[in-house]
């Protein structure tokens, strides 16, 4: 990871000390730690010197700040609406230890891993307030925290957070699979077997928003074990994995979702499908991080005027003339032409479809026949984004 020059780093100092709160005597002893690696359990010390802010590129953010404050009698880094990461750390494979707490009015926070930057990390993160869905794992690519798209238990888990005092938190890496150890719970509770991120290292980090929350006490322990890196999900049966192409990404207000885009200047860039089929467009583009449009139960609701939208495309060739039916899961909403002619349209934005639902992506929520005439057909979506997780699965009947 670069060295921030002397100027650069003096500007973050500052940044970070900005605040209301009462600043934690650690804050004065600023660059008398190492910034080396140590063979055995090693702990990351809460200087402003020592870690780099990131400010929350969702629009609309309420708070925009990271400080080191004293919280339940403790040393700690507050993170409101954005990202901090720590210097002098790399963690592959270990043991990484540290100490949450919630903010009464702070709505999600997050202890990362393998960050390679603001833009590149795994992340576990805290929904303290909703005891519906505790804790969630998800990668984070562009700065998009693509939650929406790991549903099910794999991925989150509801155990009881307490509100009002330090709950330790234990995650280890070992390859692909992370575990996490919650507070007194003895066993995991989840485990992820295929690390979007591979098994590449990197710092530790913390991630807020919407008030976020605390963290102290961080360590870190390397494992200089190998491990397999063979991934357990492969492409489920049915989908559609080959020849997908990705279009720039465009505002809704410049590219219609449901109007073909015949003549329109675009750029394609091939991408690969992942786990079950899944082609994260989050990897490869930005994340507009806007709040979708809100239901309406007497008009039909448009695309949020700052959404995003990404046309993809690729090819089913059909044995004769024949109509399938394919299921198709997405984040956020969705148009699907067959040969240049709209089929189908469907949102699934979070609270969309009913008031608590947190619009997951689901592969078998959705389904569309398709006319297939014999040899090569084109198959287009525009898949509009406004936050949370921007992708799609295709998957045809036999």
């Known amino acids: 990871m670069r060295r921030l020059t002397g100027a650069l780093q003096a500007c973050l100092i500052g940044l970070l000390a900005i605040g209301g709160e009462r600043p934690c005597a650690a804050q004065a002893?600023?660059?008398?730690?190492?910034?080396?690696?140590?063979?055995?359990?090693?702990?990351?010390p809460l200087l402003p010197a020592r870690w780099i802010w990131q400010?929350?590129?969702l629009r609309r953010a309420k708070h925009d700040s990271a400080r080191?404050?004293?919280?339940?009698?403790r040393p700690s880094l507050r993170v409101t609406d954005g990202f901090s990461y720590a210097t002098g750390v790399a963690l592959r494979n270990g043991t990484l230890e540290a100490d949450v707490a919630a903010d009464s009015q702070g709505a999600f926070f997050g202890l990362a891993f393998h960050v390679a930057s603001p833009d590149a990390y795994e992340v576990i993160f805290f929904r303290p307030h909703n005891p519906d869905a505790t804790v969630q794992y998800a990668p984070s690519f562009l700065q998009m925290n693509?939650?929406?798209?790991?549903?099910?238990?794999?991925?989150?888990?509801?155990p009881d957070f307490p509100q009002d005092r330090w709950v330790h938190l234990r995650v280890v890496i070992k390859g692909l699979v992370a575990s996490l150890y919650f507070d007194t719970v003895s066993a995991p509770v989840i485990e992820v077997h295929d690390l979007p991120l591979g098994s590449d290292s990197g710092t530790i980090g913390f991630w807020g928003?919407?008030?976020g929350g605390y963290i102290s006490n961080i360590h870190y322990r390397p494992d200089s074990a190998t491990y397999q890196l063979t991934r357990v999900h492969t492409f489920a049966k049915g989908a559609i994995t080959e020849g997908w192409s990705l279009s720039q990404a465009l505002p809704v207000a410049d590219a219609t979702p449901d109007v073909y885009p015949s003549g329109r200047a675009l750029h394609w860039d091939p991408v690969h499908a992942e786990r079950e089929g899944l082609v994260l467009i989050g990897r490869y583009r930005q994340d507009p991080n806007v709040e979708p449009e809100h239901p309406a139960p007497d008009r039909a609701v448009g695309w949020s005027p700052e959404s995003q939208v990404v046309f993809a495309r690729t090819t089913v060739v059909a044995d004769r003339d024949e109509v399938r039916r394919m299921w198709i899961g997405y984040s956020d909403?969705?148009?699907v032409y067959l040969n240049g002619h709209p089929l189908y349209e469907g949102r699934n934005s979070m609270g969309f479809r009913d008031p608590h639902d947190l619009g997951y992506i689901y592969p078998f929520a959705d389904a569309v026949f398709l006319p297939l005439k014999k040899g090569k057909n084109e198959l287009?979506?525009?898949?509009?984004?406004?936050?949370?997780?921007w992708g799609f699965t295709c998957r045809l009947d036999p």
Do not use: I
């Open 29 to 44: 002893a600023q660059g008398t730690e190492p910034t080396g690696l140590a063979a055995e359990d090693s702990a990351v």
């Open 55 to 57: 400010q929350s590129r």
């Open 68 to 73: 080191f404050v004293t919280h339940l009698g």
């Open 146 to 158: 693509a939650w929406q798209l790991f549903p099910g238990p794999e991925y989150n888990a509801a």
């Open 209 to 211: 928003r919407g008030g």
């Open 333 to 335: 909403d969705v148009v």
């Open 380 to 389: 287009l979506l525009a898949v509009t984004e406004s936050t949370a997780g």
